[in-house]
């Protein structure tokens, strides 16, 4: 049964885009059990990061990639967009290459960047607690992790990869210099504020500070950087004090606005703030980024910055890929030898029945006292010409190409491998 896969990430589509069709973790299991719904699939796996939302299919047919696409457009907050023209869709050998190369971090926005394969284990976990892997799909997914690995031990991909919280200490340090004299905010407690707090924690700033919705998990990693911790109520009267900014929460809506920093920068008398917004969909309104005295970067913007100072490292995305390509090879050959498995079945169905009635014929015979040899002649010869009824009459009953084809496909079954 055909794999397919739907999707769009940040090569097709805008974080404008991305935003309103990202799935928060907690609704991703539900979302399986819909998709599932509406396009009869077999299998199915969804991953939803900050630079992707894809859809991967075991099904009858495409039919289930235009399913999958009317699902993406039903998306409440898909509403109004036209999501089609930022799709794209695979079928075949596609489906493995693209899933072993974003495993891998090379259809990354941060070429070899490791947050991704992270991603993908936690997505195949949703799906396998919703039961949507159980063949194929799931096999496929497997061998991704192994891919992955493979990728970044035997080539140079992931050595030299830059996290996006390097990539904001380093705009930071272009704007103010000496970290040392800042005061900072981080906004949530996931896996970006903490490398972001790694980076900044190490340059000494004057002033770190972490809010988030909770105190208690604010407080919790404020600990591990001696820095103190405030509760996202607090922003508005606090935002004003700090020089630089980075969040990154599940938030749906934006929780700091145009106007918020409007007061910020009276109370600071346009001393300017550097914000560093990493979250999909997005913690900070766009218009912020309009203001003077604002320097705000999204994922995207901070993506074309990192590109900008990268290394080609072309040899390197090259032996990954032939890594990749050897390794799809491999698993549609697998596919394919599974798909020939209910023939088979059927074929030695088949001959087991043959062979059933020429041996029930030559125990008759050999009860009635017939010669053992020419019973087993006659065995052999009843075997025979059943064996080949069926091809023959086939290929007697066949005219022009089909015919032809047909010789071949005989020709090559009963030709010996090593003639």
Known sequence: MPL???????????????????LPLESQRSAIDSVRQETNAQEIMLISTCNRTEIYLRADDDTALKAAALWLNA????????????????????????????????????????????QVKLAVKIASE???????????????????????????????????????????????????????????????????????????????VVANRTLERGRELAQR????????????????????IITSTASTLPIIGKGMIERALKLRRRKPIFIVDLAVPRDVESEVG??????????????????????TREAAVAEADEIINTRTAEFMHWLSARSSVPIIQQLRGKADHYRQIELERAKKLLAKGDDPAKVLEA????????????????????????????????????TEPDQ
């Open 225 to 244: 950087f001696n820095a103190s911790a405030i509760t996202l109520q607090q922003l508005p009267e606090r935002i004003h004090e700090f020089d630089a």
């Open 75 to 118: 998306l409440p907050a898909a509403q109004g967009l036209d999501l089609n023209s930022h799709f794209y869709t695979l079928s075949e050998a596609e489906v493995p290459r693209h899933a072993f190369r974003v495993a891998s971090g090379l259809d990354s926005m941060i070429l070899g960047e490791p947050q991704i394969l992270g």
């Open 4 to 22: 397919y896969a739907i999707g769009l990430n940040h090569r097709t589509a805008s974080i404008e885009v991305r935003e309103r069709v990202a």
């Open 130 to 208: 919703a039961n949507a892997l159980s063949g194929p799909l799931d096999r496929l997914f497997q061998e991704t992790f192994k891919v992955a690995k493979e990728v970044r031990t035997q080539t140079e991909i992931g050595t030299t990869s830059v996290s996006m919280a390097a990539a904001s200490l380093k705009l930071a340090q272009q704007l103010f210099g000496d970290i040392r004299d800042i005061k900072m905010l981080l906004i949530g407690v996931g896996e970006m504020i903490e490398l972001a707090a790694t980076h900044f924690a190490a340059q000494s700033p004057k002033q770190i």
């Open 290 to 311: 309009e203001l003077n005295d604002i320097y705000l970067y999204t994922l995207d913007s901070l993506g074309r910055v990192i590109q900008q100072n990268l290394d």
């Open 379 to 414: 065995l052999a010869y009843g075997l025979t010409n059943k064996f080949l009824h069926h091809p023959l009459a086939a290929l007697n009953r066949s005219t022009g190409q089909d015919r032809e084809a047909l010789a071949d496909a005989l020709e090559k079954l009963y």
